[in-house]
């Protein structure tokens, strides 16, 4: 037996060797054979004509000087007629490109996106191929074929057959766009732009042609309207004077509504004389219509014509015997009566838009009119001539429009001469029996889905960021699966320890995950649940396995349940999780994914409602690996306008491959260099930094009245909050802790109390911690952390007391390490598998994002100035002006000069560190230079110019 297990231990290494061998020599070959078919390829898309002859697999180890010129020889032409003739036509080039890739593969190498790059690859061949067959066919004959070779040309022919030419052709084209769709996402976007331009040019075109069609029927009105006009005003003036003379005063018929055309806006005559009633009615008096239009002084118009001037004024000559009779009512309106009975003509008011004046144009007074009643008070014959012409061009004109005239420069204006304007003639006319009225129209209004969003995008500044992609990480996992026998073994086990005892059960069944197989059982009536808890050893005894956990009983099922570890534990990789559908589709504020539970399925959490972690667990138990799940579920989810992270890394190891990231998620003090936290002061400050930002973001929330940040976030997309008052877009900042347990032993109470105040407020405004201890004892984990971080996360520990300081009950000393861990979300204790993710997939990750274009610099948080402090403390205060720094007066000048109180460019400026700075800033505020901090606001400058500085220097020296 000994020499048999030396013979077996020695041949491990050995098959293993070989088979790097073997794998080395296959890689080669395959890359060798896909350098020969890209060679023959390119050559082949050059000499194929010439190598027509040759191209055929009987003759390529036949004997003959035919001259070949493929760069590959006769083989080379073959492969490649086969390839690019036969099959793909013009994308036979895929064909070596997937083989060169293949073989790095096989060599161990990991080209970047490999899945994907082989899938698209392949995916382009096979749909080029098809396009330019459906396109070109064999019209094209190269390549013996055609463009898109003869499989391409076959296939799409079938297509047509089958779906006919438009059919196929629209099956291409959304293969195409789905294709792009897979290859960038952005593509979805694009395509939104372009069907956004669509729909709004139709719409413009649709509206043009409306109203081109419209304008062509207004226009055959405007004809019938005309040939109306022409056949009133051919009628003899005296007749309408008859028929008011013969109508009898108050009649019923006196009311009579004037339809109007809007094409005779500009140049018909309108009604002078019109008064607006209560009912919002013109009331137009009938003996206004005896008042003559205004003609030109030199000569007056025939009787009876009536005609418009060039420059739009109508020009009548006509005679009145009897001028008409004029009062003034209570509003100062002008109402004029006719020799007989006054009646008025009442219609709807309309508002003085585009009117035509009517009147006379005095040559001697420039551009001022002249109205009837000035020239009958120049002279009587001319003034009576032009009321009587006047009326004879209201009476031709149907369409009656009121014309507004303007006065001569320098002449006063009487009430009798007023003219009232006009409205544009676009509203629909509806006719009764006695009057027609007309209804304006309406105001035309956009749907919600036309009116163009003008939200507030956060992530505008690094719109071209593209999240990791998944194939950055490697699938860890084996399939690995839990025989038949293994289950039933254990739970002939479990059944036979449990009748040894006295307990019967009914029924059992299993429920297998991926490190443990969950048996739950249903005892028989009388059975006490402690009684089976008390035999956890027992069973663990019988069974021969490690971390056997009864849980009694399962909280909603009523049966009791007992994890068994697996004999073979399979891996959980990141990539499995991360690529899940239950993580990519969560609508969480902040979703991290932990692993997979018992029942293999994928568990994810949101920080945002947690609302802190505390991790805890023994060393070499998988908390580190804990924390690099978290920290990658939220690079793989988040923007880096809607993430920060704070670092603190006291092993100065752990998280320093994420420094990367520091222009994109990272978030430090002003004047920093490191983006990781290592240095112990330098975490006291930063956690007071973020109590000083969680203050000032409550400010924001109280101005903007809301509770959380959620909703004031909502108020600032939606543009309700002014930047100009302090306002912003606010990111959540999740601030995540190694080693807490050393911070606790070299700072103490510094360290502990600005944590507890992060820990009571700042869960409202999107401030999250997560803490990460080794050492789970009571002084470390005090009352106040546990009480204000309801979940937890348990990996193994070494007892049951470390158990209940962390979880408050048994059980993570019974767990098998590895990544296995207890999770307390406050009443459920759920035992997931944590996900594997390995430090060169950190990297990756971090390269992928640092390679693209980020912010100026970290995100950063509030200056801190502690009140006092030990010697080395930043912005120690110094109460005697008498001591005041070497640098206080050269930095008093370049603050004044420059009007800038920060502490980070003083340090920028004279090269000091952030603690000497800070003590200066302090003794300038005592001395009057600058004003108090402002969180992270610069301090505002009280001295406006550099005499009053001198003289406050000069003060000082007296000291």
């Known amino acids: 037996m000994a020499t048999k297990k030396k013979t077996t231990g020695a041949s491990q290494p050995e098959v293993k060797g070989l088979s790097d061998t073997k794998r080395w020599i296959y890689g080669f070959a395959l890359l060798f054979f896909a350098l020969f078919v890209g060679v023959a390829v390119v050559s082949y898309f050059i000499y194929w004509r010439d190598d027509q002859n040759v191209a055929l697999w009987s003759r390529v180890l036949a004997a003959g000087e035919q001259p070949v010129m493929n760069w590959g020889g006769k083989l080379g032409a073959v492969l490649a007629n086969c390839i690019v003739g036969d099959w793909f036509g013009l994308f036979g080039f895929c064909v070596p490109v997937v083989l060169v890739i293949l073989s790095l593969r096989i060599m161990r190498f990991r080209p970047a996106m490999l899945r994907k790059s082989v899938r698209l690859t392949l995916i382009l061949m096979i749909l080029g191929s098809l396009t330019l067959g459906y396109l070109f066919g064999d019209s094209w004959t190269v390549f013996g074929s055609g463009l898109g070779g003869q499989q391409g040309i076959e296939v799409s022919r079938w297509l047509v057959s089958v779906l006919g030419r438009v059919g196929a052709g629209l099956l291409l084209l959304l293969s195409i766009i789905l294709y792009a769709i897979y290859v960038n996402r952005n593509t979805i976007s694009l395509l939104n732009r372009v069907g956004k331009e669509i729909v709004d040019n139709g719409k413009k075109v649709g509206g043009a042609v409306t109203s081109t069609a419209t304008e062509m029927i207004r226009h055959e009105l405007r004809g019938g309207n005309k040939k109306v006009a022409a056949g009133a005003a051919a009628e003899p003036a005296e007749g309408l004077a008859e028929n008011a003379a013969t109508e ?148 031709a004109s149907p369409e009656g429009r009121i014309a507004v005239g303007m006065p001569q420069a320098g002449a006063s204006v009487s009430e009798d001469d007023r003219f009232v304007a006009s409205v544009p003639g676009d509203a629909a006319i509806e006719e009764r029996d006695d009057m027609a009225v007309e209804r304006l129209p309406q105001d035309e209004t956009l749907s919600e889905d036309e009116i163009e969003s003008t939200l507030y995008d956060p992530t505008l500044d690094l719109s071209s960021y593209q999240r990791p992609p998944v194939e950055l990480l490697e699938d860890h996992s084996v399939e690995v699966s839990v025989t038949s026998e293994e289950i039933v073994e254990n739970k002939n086990r479990i059944k036979e320890t449990l009748e040894n005892f006295g307990i019967r059960i009914e029924k059992i069944k299993a429920t297998i995950g991926p490190t443990v197989t969950l048996y739950e059982i249903v005892p028989s009536p009388g059975v006490r649940i402690s009684k089976i808890k008390n035999l956890e050893d027992d069973i663990a005894l019988s069974l021969s396995a490690l971390g056997i956990r009864i849980i009694a009983p399962i909280p909603g099922k009523g049966t009791i349940g007992i994890e068994v570890p697996n004999k073979d534990k399979k891996i959980v990789s990141m990539y499995s999780v991360i690529k899940s559908v239950k993580f990519q589709e969560s609508k969480y504020d902040i979703p991290v994914v932990l692993g997979k539970t018992i029942q293999d399925e994928t568990f994810v959490i949101d920080l945002a409602k947690m609302p802190h972690l505390l991790v805890a667990g023994a060393t070499g138990q998988g908390k580190s690996v804990g924390l690099n799940a978290i920290i990658t579920s939220l690079l793989y989810k988040k923007h880096p306008s809607e993430l920060k992270l704070v670092l603190v890394d006291p092993k100065k190891v752990e998280l320093t491959l994420y420094s990367k990231l520091e222009r994109h998620f990272l978030a430090k003090m002003p004047g920093e260099d490191d983006a990781i936290i290592t240095d112990t002061h330098k975490v006291i400050y930063t956690l007071n930094s973020l109590c000083i930002e969680m203050d000032a973001r409550y400010n924001l929330l109280r101005a903007a009245e809301v509770r959380k940040i959620t909703e004031y976030n909502d108020k600032f997309i939606h543009r309700r909050l002014n930047p100009q008052k302090g306002h912003r877009y606010l990111p959540y900042i999740v601030v995540i802790i190694d080693e807490f347990a050393d911070l606790i032993m070299t700072a103490g109470r510094e360290i502990e109390t600005p944590i507890a105040r992060i820990a009571q407020l700042a869960r409202a405004v999107g401030i999250h911690l997560v803490i990460a201890t080794q050492r789970p004892t009571t002084n470390i984990i005090t009352g106040v952390i546990k009480a204000n971080f309801p979940a937890r996360i348990a990996f193994r520990v070494t007892s049951m007391v470390d158990s209940r300081t962390i979880i408050d009950q048994p059980g993570a000393n019974q767990l098998i390490g590895r990544g296995d861990m207890l999770v307390s979300t406050g009443n459920d204790l759920i035992r997931v598998q944590c996900a594997f993710v390995d430090t060169p997939e950190i990297e990756r990750i971090t390269e992928f994002i640092a390679s693209q274009r980020g912010y100026v610099g970290a995100y950063e948080l509030p200056e801190y100035t502690p009140e006092g402090g030990g010697e080395g403390a930043a912005g120690n205060k110094t109460n005697d002006l008498s001591q005041l720094d070497s640098m206080f007066e050269e930095v008093a000048r370049f603050v004044v000069q420059n009007q800038q109180g920060s502490t980070s460019s003083i340090q920028r400026r004279f090269s000091i560190g952030y603690n000497r700075a800070g003590r200066i800033m302090d003794q300038l505020e005592m001395a009057g230079v600058v004003g108090k901090a402002e969180g992270s606001k610069p301090r505002e400058v009280l001295i406006a110019d550099m005499m009053s500085l001198e003289k406050i220097l000069s003060s000082l020296e007296d000291l």
């Open 248 to 395: 009898p005063a108050g009649s019923e018929d006196d009311d009579v509504f004037t339809v109007r055309d809007a094409s005779e806006r500009n140049d018909t005559p309108f009604y002078p004389g019109e008064l607006i009633d209560d009912d919002g009615f013109v009331v137009v008096d009938r003996s206004g219509l005896s008042r003559p239009p205004i003609v030109p002084k030199e000569e007056s118009a025939p009787a009876g014509r009536t005609e418009i001037d060039d420059d739009g004024f109508v020009v009548t000559d006509l005679t009145v015997e009897e001028p008409p009779r004029t009062e003034v009512d209570e509003d100062g309106f002008t109402i004029q009566y006719a020799s007989g009975d006054g009646e008025a003509l009442r219609e709807p008011a309309r508002e003085a838009v585009d009117s035509v004046p009517v009147g006379w144009r005095d040559p001697a007074a420039g551009t001022g009119l002249v109205t009837g009643a000035a020239l009958e008070a120049a002279g009587g014959a001319v003034g009576q001539e032009a009321r009587a012409a006047e009326t004879s061009a209201v009476a």
